[in-house]
């Protein structure tokens, strides 16, 4: 025992000793090397690239390729009886019904529609924070689309001579429809109606508007496309010039995992619209427009998903129903557009 004390001290004492030599050589050393060495000390003082220049590179690209088919486009379908309308100044004819003038009123506006192609349904785990201070993780389902502005707008234009122009005392022109190229305001809304049995009417029904998430936006650009800026549903609200397209992302939480069937609605795709003024809605005194339903016209995409509640995955999800169009325009959830 009394070996092992002294020895162990005596290592003990060799180690300091050692170390204490080559701290004091090293300190003679350093100021006799090169200034090649100093170099990485002051290289760490300059500072770090701009971020603005990192984020400027991520925008531009170089963008990753995607296989054939994985962006699926929905065609173009602006209609020429779009452009106008009919419908009884109810207002006036509530104030005197005599006004034949005020019956069949023809209303026209231009018509326009952006090119809309998106990639299949996904999902990604995201930690949420919470009000309480504290992050839970979340399934994301989310949906990258891409809008264009074709350019193509529908005018209609009172410039067609009629052939018997020649009788009228007001000398009238028929409209005609005139194709103009314009940028067009984009205001986005998606939508999920999703139900837990494959036959309609049947199970329950719910309905998710999509949420802003911006903690997951990093996460899903950096699986898709790194270098590839997505906006979110408030900012891609602004002007699309003609021939630019802007890639955007929706994204939805809490989505009930029972759910096997369920339809995306986009809204704000065109400016279509319809109104109907219900059969005595409107009484002298009221409001302007009381009892009026705007239709807007809505894309609908349909999707289902044969897979169970306790494995929610994206493989499993399908683009169109059976025994129902992949996609079709409405007038929104429970509503028609034709």
């Known amino acids: 025992m009394q070996t092992f004390k002294i020895n162990r001290g005596y290592y003990s004492m060799v180690r300091l000793f050692t170390f204490l030599a080559l701290a004091t050589f090293s300190a003679w050393l350093s100021p006799t090397l090169p200034a090649q060495d100093a170099k990485p000390a002051a290289e760490a003082a300059k500072p770090a690239p701009q971020k603005a220049d990192a984020e400027k590179g991520r925008e531009q690209g170089p963008f990753r390729k995607l296989a054939p088919y994985v962006l699926t486009k929905i065609p173009q379908e602006t209609e020429v009886n779009e452009t106008f309308s009919q419908h009884d100044a109810v207002e006036l004819l509530a104030a005197d019904p005599k006004y034949d003038w005020a019956k069949e009123i023809t209303y026209r506006h231009q018509i326009w529609q952006l090119e809309f192609e998106f990639k299949p349904m996904r999902m990604i785990y995201v930690d949420i924070p919470q009000s309480g201070g504290k992050m839970q993780r979340k399934l994301i389902w989310y949906m990258i689309y891409t809008v264009k502005n074709t350019g193509k707008v529908l005018v209609p234009v009172q410039d067609q001579a009629l052939p018997y122009e020649k009788e009228l005392t007001d000398k009238q022109k028929a409209y005609v429809i005139k194709e103009e190229t314009q940028p067009i305001r984009f205001f986005p809304e ?149």
């Open 190 to 338: 998606f939508l999920i109606e999703g139900s837990n049995r494959m036959k309609e009417g049947d199970g329950f029904a719910k309905i998710y508007p999509d949420r802003v998430i911006p903690i997951a936006v990093g996460p899903i650009q950096m699986r898709e496309d790194p270098k590839r800026k997505l906006l979110n549903t408030v900012e891609m609200c602004r002007e699309v010039a003609v021939g630019e397209t802007l890639w955007g992302v929706a994204t939805w939480e809490d989505i009930d995992p029972r759910i096997v069937r369920f339809s995306v609605y986009v809204t704000g795709l065109t400016n279509a619209y319809r109104w109907k003024d219900a059969p005595g809605s409107y009484k002298a005194g009221d409001p302007i427009g009381k009892g009026r339903q705007l239709i807007k016209k809505t894309l609908k995409l349909n999707f289902w998903r044969p897979g169970d509640e306790y494995f929610e995955h994206e493989e499993a999800i399908r683009y169109g129903i059976p025994g129902q169009p992949d996609y079709q325009w409405t007038g929104g959830p429970g509503l028609k557009w034709q």
